[in-house]
């Protein structure tokens, strides 16, 4: 059985393993002015951040129309008999709506599988890389279907961000607590729970926010992938994998950039760190949670409270 993988440009995954993997990827658009590009076609995560810090230019994302995934999916299903396709949140997001409606509209019932993975950037790609890896090694698509909705609980993403300037351009904070928090200088730090972002808290420098994600990811005693992400600090990146190593060691962990239609919100210096656990380890970590926490408080300021924050143009 031929089975074709999809995601979205929000799965932020690393060029090499699109390829290597055969993974289909339908682009978010990026606005700028009324001009419209798709994510990762018309416009690159350089040009991105050029046109945000350089120029002071004010992007906007919105979702693809469900034309785009139908085209995508019709030219699959000539070669493939089922098409499984994993998109970001549908809490965050309304990419997952338009490849229901593409499907829908195709009448391709069972072929097509559209599944909410309930997570984005590298968790979203280190479930579509496991629904690929599965389907190279020859499991028929129920069995990837039911892999990859067990994984989803499995899979967690962390994110350190460098200023709350881009999530106030976005709309996501007030004015007032983007500039004290600029003038303090804090981190903040953000997670993906059931498919909502939420606040962690706090750091007060950027070496503790990069410690708070080696920490997060520590309280997992079995890892089966790994990913670091960032927006414009290679450097950064490559010094947070070496201290995750250790972590994962019999996996690869691969560093990939965040997309243009997440770097909107992100900004420059944002770092996420995704991982999928183990399923014979979790009952461990579950118990040991209470106690991680303990280890460590992030700094709280009573005048900067994080809401929960939602996509919802993407």
């Not at 979702?63 to 699959?76: I, T, Y």
């Not at 350190?160 to 996501?172: E, S, V």
């Not at 014979?280 to 040991?288: H, V």
């Amino acid at each position: 059985m031929t089975i074709g993988i999809v995601t979205d440009s929000t799965a932020d995954l690393p060029a090499e393993a699109v390829k290597d993997l055969d993974i289909n990827i339908v682009p978010a658009y990026i606005i700028f002015d009324s001009k419209t590009y798709r994510d990762g076609v018309d416009i690159s995560q350089d040009e991105l951040y050029h046109r945000m810090v350089d120029l002071e230019q004010t992007a906007t994302t919105s979702q693809p129309p469900p034309s785009d995934f139908a085209e995508l999916f019709k030219r699959l299903l000539k070669d493939h008999e089922r098409i499984i396709s994993i998109q970001v949140t549908s809490r965050l997001s309304g990419i997952y709506a338009s490849a229901v409606q593409a499907k829908d509209s195709l009448g391709a019932g069972s072929r097509i599988t559209v599944i909410d993975s309930e997570t984005v950037s590298m968790a979203l790609g280190l479930l579509t890389q496991l629904a690929a890896r599965l389907a190279r090694a020859g499991e028929n698509a129920e069995r990837i279907i039911e892999e990859i909705r067990l994984n989803i609980s499995r899979t967690h993403i962390w994110a350190a961000f460098d200023t709350l300037k881009y999530l106030q351009r976005g709309g996501r904070i007030g004015r007032a607590k983007a500039l004290l928090g600029s003038v303090l200088n804090i981190k903040p730090l953000l997670t993906i729970r059931q498919g909502e972002i939420h606040p962690l808290g706090i750091a007060r420098t950027r070496s503790r926010a990069i410690d708070r994600l080696v920490e997060l990811c520590a309280s997992f005693p079995g890892i089966e992938d790994m990913a670091v992400v960032h927006s414009t600090t290679p450097h950064d990146a490559g010094a947070l994998r070496e201290k995750l190593n250790g972590l994962c060691p019999p996996c690869p962990i691969s560093i990939s950039r965040l997309g243009p239609a997440l770097g909107v919100h992100g900004g420059p210096g944002t770092l996420v760190v995704a991982l999928r656990e183990k399923a014979a380890d979790i009952a461990t970590r579950l118990k040991s949670d209470a106690t991680d926490r303990k280890k460590f408080n992030l700094p709280t300021l009573p005048d900067i409270r994080l809401p929960k924050l939602r996509f919802g143009e993407i």
